[in-house]
């Protein structure tokens, strides 16, 4: 988002809103969202090697650099917060597998560990997971344009249906279509670390 602010790409709501959108159909409903019904499916099948698998995919796909470094590192943090809350789930084994080196981490695989422990539906384990994103994306365009506490909550009412599709999109997917992504996002993520003067991690 930084590197659409700078360039005046972002200046309003509406344009925030029409970025927003865009994020969260064609580039979480296919990392994040496509790779929670993943992990489900294959703890449904009591593979964790697959679960495993997944996340050095989802690591291998992630092209701008600092985005795959956060994400390694919130995809580490949510494990280590979920394995106090559900120490029945399977991320103690996450984090075991981060720690010996044979995962990065990501905060998607992370979510499906603790939500499929909860018994969360599939479905709604994504749409937590993606209306989570859109929150603190919207918290951060608050301050950063800036646009408002009223006009962030338009935003994200405006996201109910953005996200209800995405979720929708993300159950029918298969695994060729993981990191599906619009080049512009990947390129402006790529941009960002590079910019003289930011407010967020890429």
């Known amino acids: 988002m930084e590197a659409y602010l700078a360039e ?21 409903a296919y990392t994040d969202g496509l790779a929670i019904r993943l992990a489900y499916d294959a703890l449904h099948l009591g593979d964790l090697a697959a679960v495993w698998r997944l996340d050095r995919l989802l690591a291998a796909l992630t092209l701008p650099e600092q985005v795959r470094t956060a994400a390694a590192t919130i995809g580490r ?20 597998e981060m720690d010996a080196g044979r995962c990065h981490g990501h905060p998607a695989v992370a979510f499906a560990l603790f939500a499929h422990a909860v018994d969360a539906p599939p479905a709604a384990a994504i749409e937590a997971h993606l209306f989570a994103a859109v929150t603190s994306l919207t918290q951060n365009a608050v301050r950063a ?14 996201m109910h ?20 992504a619009s080049p512009g996002l990947e390129i402006a993520q790529m941009r960002h670390r590079r910019q003289r003067a930011r407010m967020f991690m890429s």
């Open 77 to 96: 943090r949510t494990a280590e917060v979920g394995a106090v809350v559900t120490p029945e789930s399977f991320l103690a084994d996450y984090l075991a």
């Open 8 to 28: 005046d790409t972002i200046t309003d709501e509406h344009t925030f809103a029409a970025w927003l959108r865009a994020y969260v159909s064609r580039q979480l």
């Open 145 to 158: 344009i800036p646009i408002g506490q009223t006009a962030g909550q338009r935003v994200q009412r405006a």
């Open 161 to 180: 249906e953005v996200v209800a599709d995405a979720v929708a999109t993300a159950m029918t997917l298969t695994d060729q279509d993981l990191g599906a």
